[in-house]
């Protein structure tokens, strides 16, 4: 392999993919999904013998670009994006929709170059081009709320990356490098590019439009929005942020928060997108902790995760995809018609659960045994009752009430051929890797001294599991579970979305009825300050000309003016 790449100057495998799925649009439908698979299988095989080092570097306006920096912790997540992007394209194979298949690749190829840049601005153009590749996803579903949804998705990814340029700018006009490696939070540069990573990353209070968009995307699109958004921004902050303390309570907050939602959530794939957010958590707090014990958990728990959430939404798609629904309420019973695709959600169920013998277990315990190890017992017991909780809303309620719990009277077909197909290799792979994780390891950017499957993991593990499978049963036969119920669950996005334009319409009509009643001097001293703010202060005035403000600065100029007139008033 390492002969292959060594033919001819290497290139950025995201660019392979970027540019090979803009071909998609002028293939028949048949040859475009042989030629997807084909595609992303050949880069994988390239991305497996790409040598390590640093590759394609140019200068660009004064600025050293790197379009391939190879290294260990690039090549696992490069390698995962890909198998991501093989299983997708194979579930997706009945799919003939080329705008999808097109965005796939071009989405896909975005996260799998900015995980190989060695540059930040080059991140950036990668950074947002997986946002405006991505939103098409959610639009395909064709609905007013997929498109509602994916508006507010654009928004937020494109204004990370509006965030991430600035930080960028900062961080280059502070140290006058822009080379995408350790930053740290040392200047508003750091501060800045930190936020961009953690509004992509769904940190607390940024993370509603996961739960918003992925679970209106199409069927297939869920899927693959599932593997690179939030795990890129994963990579992000362990090549940048690794060891900033104030990340393992942003991450143990991410962790433990979601599993209320996700407990009285009905849309199952909204369970998901919240159990998402939980997993992330565990990430985060790997990065924060920083130790090599804890990064090699990252980088394996990003691994695990992506195939195991994949499986899950690809079971859930396919119920959506025979039933129409995929609300708890709705659902039940399934297994009678769909035993193969409740068999493969019970794989990923218990793979997220982190049962011995499934993926998350030999990922997830070494995040647990990092946090244990550098004395974050606080943080630990967080991340236990996390994994308790994730095993309530993943574990079983997903595959409870969709495939069992009362019998709902559906009797579909079981999924078509190639979702089964791309639901028994990702089983396949969940467990292959709990059951001999050493490949996996031998993947992780640093040596691994780790041993996951030790009498104390084992027996704690299922002990955890054992009492919180009791704790639902206990809670299902006394009733005092939440039951699945047409509902709509209220997130801190409300905050927001409700009172932040109360405010904003009641500061309008307070000033509409100030203008009212101001004399006509008033009025026209009012106008006269609009006037001069914007010449002044405007885009083309001469503060604006300068550092760019804008007009927002006219109108606090207003408003302090129409302050003032209210105060003469009152007295």
């Not at 405007?538 to 760019?548: C, E």
Request: aromatic share 12%; glycine share 10%.
């Amino acid at each position: 392999m390492t002969a292959i790449a060594e033919l001819a100057m290497p290139i950025s495998p995201g660019l392979i993919v970027i540019l090979g799925g803009l071909l998609v649009p002028f293939l028949t439908a048949g040859i475009a999904r042989i030629y997807v698979l084909a595609l992303s299988a050949a880069t994988l095989v390239y991305v497996l013998g790409l040598p390590n080092g640093e590759h394609a570097a140019f200068a660009f306006m004064e600025l050293d670009l790197q379009l391939l920096r190879v290294d260990k912790l690039s090549t696992v997540f490069g390698t995962i994006f890909l198998i991501a992007l093989f299983l997708g394209n194979l579930y997706a194979w009945h799919e003939r929709d080329r705008l999808q298949r097109t965005a796939t690749q071009v989405y896909a190829g975005s996260a799998i170059a900015a995980a190989y840049v060695g540059d930040l601005v080059s991140l950036f153009v990668f950074w947002e081009l997986t946002a405006i590749a991505s939103v098409f996803l959610v639009w395909a579903a064709g609905t007013d709320r997929s498109f509602r949804a994916g508006m507010r998705y654009l928004i937020i990814q494109i204004g990370s990356g509006v965030i991430l340029l600035a930080g960028v700018l900062f961080h280059f006009h502070e140290t006058g490098s822009i080379e995408f490696g350790h930053i740290g939070l040392g200047s508003v540069g750091g501060a800045l590019i930190l936020l961009a990573f953690g509004i992509k990353c769904a940190f607390p209070l940024l993370h509603n439009w996961l739960q918003d968009a992925y679970p209106e995307a199409t069927v297939t699109g869920t899927v693959i929005l599932s593997a690179f958004t939030t795990k890129l921004a994963v990579y992000a902050l362990a090549r940048s942020y690794a060891g900033t303390d104030m990340l393992i309570w942003i991450g143990a907050t991410m962790t433990a928060f979601p599993i209320f939602y996700a407990v009285i959530e009905n849309d199952l794939r909204r369970v998901l997108a919240y159990s998402l957010n939980n997993q992330l958590g565990f990430m985060v707090v790997g990065v924060g902790i920083g130790t090599e014990l804890a990064l090699n958990g990252t980088a394996a728990h990003a691994f695990s995760h992506i195939l195991y959430k994949a499986l899950l939404f690809m079971s859930m798609g396919a119920v959506l995809f025979r039933t129409g629904t995929c609300k708890g309420s709705e659902l039940g019973g399934l297994y009678k018609t769909m035993p193969w695709t409740t068999g493969f959600c019970i794989v990923g169920a218990a793979s997220i659960s982190a049962f011995p013998l499934f993926s998350g277990f030999i990922s997830k315990s070494m995040i647990l045994t990092a946090a244990g190890g550098e004395g974050h017992f606080i943080t630990w017991a967080i991340l236990l009752f996390a994994s308790a909780g994730v095993f309530h809303h993943s574990g079983i309620k997903v595959p409870f009430f969709a495939f069992f719990a009362h019998d709902s009277g559906l009797r579909p077909k079981e999924a078509p051929w190639n979702m089964l197909l791309a639901m028994a290799i990702t089983a396949g792979l969940c467990i292959g890797i709990g059951v001999w994780p050493e490949p996996l390891y031998a993947m992780l950017p640093f040596p691994v001294d780790y041993v996951p499957y030790t009498a104390a993991h084992v027996i704690t593990q299922l002990q955890l599991l054992l009492y919180a499978a009791l704790a639902f049963t206990f809670l299902m036969r006394t009733g005092l579970y939440p039951p699945e119920l047409r509902s709509t669950n209220l997130d801190s996005d409300w905050i927001y979305r409700r009172i932040l334009p109360g405010v904003v319409h009641n500061l309008g009509m307070g000033i509409e009825t100030v203008w009212s009643r101001l004399t006509g001097g008033g009025r026209a001293i009012v106008s006269a300050s609009i006037d001069a703010a914007s010449r002044n202060f405007g885009p083309y005035g001469i503060v604006g000309r300068t550092v760019r403000v804008g007009n927002g600065v006219a109108w606090v100029a207003v408003l302090l003016l129409v302050t003032l007139l209210v105060g003469y008033s009152a007295n």
